[in-house]
């Protein structure tokens, strides 16, 4: 298990991520009807009757009505796609089950409680194979049908979803995917001040601490000209990301500056300005996105020093370059 693995199952290791993951990411009305104040995390391991061990993610459980729903979380941050996930998941429950008969869970109920098993995905490359285990059985005759096992899945794939895809207002799975995703540091940024005023109060000083854990581990991979191991809360991660944002802009104008000023011996002062500006820039968008399109080479000749400044401003803080120049 890597750093990232650790880090992830800390955070959904608080009640509060688990009832956002719910909240916002599992479809259906009926999520509406969960007591949401009831979940309760289970033992996350289990040992199946030939006394193997098994390790699950994490299994929390919550009240529907006079009942409970169990949520199996599989945190799978592998390089590659386990297109057998639909087994692996139907052993898992089937090992949950066993615990409970063993331990009486289900009380004076001859049934079995439902299980809800969710997969969130991380990895790079987009989820791709079956979530349904009847995909992955050979064609039979119609006669066996009825006797196969059936399991599937909700899959939660991190880098699918769109920003407007995300859940709207304070959740706090959204903000983590939001991080994990984040083009630029001024995406960064948005993000840690919206975490910063969600987790303010005392009773999530552990959530709060773990997200700064998760950043501590994750964040290289996000910006590596921030010194992320060496922070200590989120205000301050947010704070060096403001530092670093208003200085990199301070740098670029000087640059611009010092190029126009020597530029504008021969040209004029203003149109040397500009014309150091201009050429900054045009490093900086080919240094942040590996070319400029030649309609927006052209643009950018003709461009006056305030379009310059303002253009100049978003480098760092868009996803394409075609949000600089809309």
């Known amino acids: 298990m890597d750093n990232h693995d650790t880090s992830y199952r800390l955070l959904f290791a608080h009640a509060e991520m688990v009832r956002e993951l719910l909240k916002g990411f599992v479809p259906g009305d009926w999520v509406r009807e969960l007591d949401l104040d009831s979940l309760e995390k289970m033992n996350g ?8 061990s098994r390790h699950s993610d994490a299994v929390w459980r919550v009240r529907w009505g006079p009942r409970w729903v169990y949520v199996y979380l599989l945190l799978e941050f592998q390089s590659t796609v386990d297109r057998f996930m639909p087994v692996r ?15 009486r869970e289900p009380g004076n109920s001859p ?29 039979m005759p119609q006669a066996l049908h ?12 991190e880098g699918r979803y769109q920003a407007h895809e995300l859940p709207a207002g304070r959740n706090l799975v959204a903000a983590l995917f939001r991080l994990e995703h984040s083009a630029t540091p001024e995406a960064l940024r948005q993000v840690l001040a919206l975490l910063v005023d969600w987790l303010k109060t005392p009773e999530l000083a552990d959530l709060r601490r773990h997200f700064v854990e998760w950043l501590r581990r994750r ?24 530092d670093r944002i208003r200085e990199w802009k301070a740098q670029f ?25 201009r050429t900054v820039l045009h490093r900086q968008l080919l240094r942040r996105f590996g070319s400029v399109p030649e309609p927006l080479a052209q643009r950018l000749a003709e461009a006056t020093l305030p379009q310059l400044e303002a ?9 394409t370059i075609d949000d600089i120049f809309h």
């Not at 500056?257 to 300005?273: F, H, I, K, P, T």
């Not at 100049?312 to 803080?317: G, I, Q």
Request: proline share 7%; no cysteine.
């Open 45 to 52: 391991s289990y040992v199946s009757d030939d006394l193997r």
């Open 89 to 103: 998941v139907l052993s898992y429950i089937g090992l949950l089950y066993q615990d409970l008969i063993k331990r």
């Open 111 to 139: 049934l079995l409680p439902p299980v809800l098993p969710i997969v969130l995905y991380n990895g790079k490359p987009r989820w791709r194979a079956s979530v349904d285990l009847a995909d992955l059985i050979q064609p």
């Open 146 to 157: 009825e006797f196969q096992p059936r399991q599937r899945f909700l899959l939660l794939d």
């Open 219 to 242: 964040g290289p991979s996000l910006d590596p000209q921030t010194y992320w191991r060496e922070i200590n809360d989120l205000q301050e991660a947010n704070t060096m990301l403001e």
């Open 253 to 277: 104008r000087q640059e611009g500056l010092q190029e126009g000023l020597e530029q504008g011996l021969e040209q004029g002062v203003e149109q040397g300005v500009a014309q150091g500006v």
């Open 311 to 319: 253009w100049a401003d978003l480098v760092y803080e868009v996803e």
